[in-house]
């Protein structure tokens, strides 16, 4: 990862979305943008162009991120995916796609995102 990389977070559960943005800042990146549910997030992916995302799959009111994700994907950003399911099953359902399991931390989001870094987009 880039240490002057941006980054676009998608988390609906608002402490979770502190606790991890901050995490993300330690990281490295030098723009952290946390939007809370998907039309702010588009709103934000509209305005600018991020060197990643991450990205929590399942959002209130049944809303689901993974189309969101792949069209980022398409324009060349590196997407991670955040689950409370497990990351293999979830890879081996959504080929192509990286995921990562919550709980969050540096760890387990620098591996994810590390391999969507590697992934051929």
Do not use: C, W
């Not at 992916?45 to 792949?70: H, I, K, T």
């Not at 081996?92 to 990286?98: D, F, I, N, R, S």
């Amino acid at each position: 990862m880039p240490p002057d990389g941006t980054i676009l977070y998608l988390e609906d559960e608002i402490i979770i979305a502190l606790d991890t943005a901050q995490t993300l800042t330690e990281m490295g990146f030098v723009e952290v943008a946390v939007a809370h549910n998907l039309r702010k997030a588009r709103r934000l992916a509209e305005a600018q162009r991020f060197d990643y995302a991450l990205l929590d799959v399942n959002l209130g009111d049944g809303e689901v991120s993974l189309p969101f994700g792949q069209e980022l994907i398409a324009n060349g950003v590196r997407v991670v995916f955040a689950s409370g399911y497990n990351r293999a099953e979830m890879e081996a359902e959504h080929p192509g796609l990286v995921f990562v399991e919550k709980p969050l931390n540096a760890g387990n989001i620098g591996a994810a995102l590390a391999a969507a870094a590697s992934d051929p987009a």
